[in-house]
């Protein structure tokens, strides 16, 4: 998950200084939960859980691909 949230943090950065952008924490952190859930549901292809699961209890998403 810390991986997504520093690659997010990074991309939402580039487009603050290159593209005039603006600080918005909350789309950084939307943005990093999804991405952390696309991660995790290519590298555990019988993982089966919903994005929504994900978004409301990672921890227990996590506990049950393993």
Known sequence: MWVAIVWKNWM???RIVFNSGIVNG???????????????KFRWKR???YV???LLC???CLQNTS
């Open 58 to 60: 990672p921890i227990i």
């Open 52 to 54: 929504s699961n994900w």
């Open 47 to 49: 993982a089966n859980y």
């Open 12 to 14: 939402h950065r580039n």
């Open 26 to 40: 909350m789309e950084i952190f939307t943005l990093a939960q999804l991405k952390a859930w696309s991660w995790n």
